[in-house]
């Protein structure tokens, strides 16, 4: 029973927190007059899921821990999340026009061909933009960089993609099905769930549950490598 409350309470707190993620973002964004704060809050998420899932001692986050955490990565976050948000932005806008003008124009056969594959592409685009904020915060590469790495992660670590994915679609379908979790969570469930499966699966260093809370399994190999 106590293990239960334990966990149930461990819960709690994870919700809560990114429940005041998400009330960070808005004001944040806001506060950065949307235009020049929208990518510095995105960041911010990223970063701030990044610094808990290293705190591996104590993930038990007050609301005023997590909300200077979010307060402090937006800040730093100013010049080079505008950087690599805005030529994001008008390219998933591009492919997205052009996705729904073959939905939405009868070009026969031809227009089935293109229509799937803009949908693939947008799909691909869409787990790059994803990876790459978790690459942006958790590395200081420039922007070329954190592109070529992020793409490379969409191919070189396909059960990272897929989880990703599947975690979009959930949230997708959630909001869909109970509206008032959009309100309430927004953008910082997507956030989370793509951390997470980059945590799990993504085998990025620093950032790598093999690493920072390594099983039984984890530590034999590691003992192996180091006999080698």
Known sequence: MKRFAVGYEFVCR??????????AFIVHTLLGLVVGGLFPSIAACYGTYRRWLQDVDDRSWSVKH??????????SELKSANILGWPQFLVMMLLA?????????????????????????????????????????????????????SLSMVIARPLCSLMVLLLFIITVWAYYTWPGLAVVFGMAVPAFATMMAVYSWGRVPGMDVHELEPSEKDQHRRNDDLKR
Do not use: C, P, Q
Not at 14 to 23: K, W
Not at 66 to 75: E, G, N, V, Y
Not at 100 to 110: C, E, L, S
């Open 14 to 23: 994870i919700i809560l927190m990114v429940f005041v993620v998400h009330m």
């Open 66 to 75: 997590t909300w200077l955490t979010f307060h402090a990565s937006w800040r």
């Open 97 to 149: 026009w052009e996705y729904w003008i073959t939905m939405h124009n009868d070009m026969g056969v031809v227009g089935i061909g293109i229509s799937g594959v803009l949908l693939v592409l947008n799909l691909i685009y869409g787990l790059f933009v994803s990876l790459s904020w978790a690459i942006h915060v958790n590395f200081d590469g420039g922007l070329w960089w954190t592109v070529k790495t």
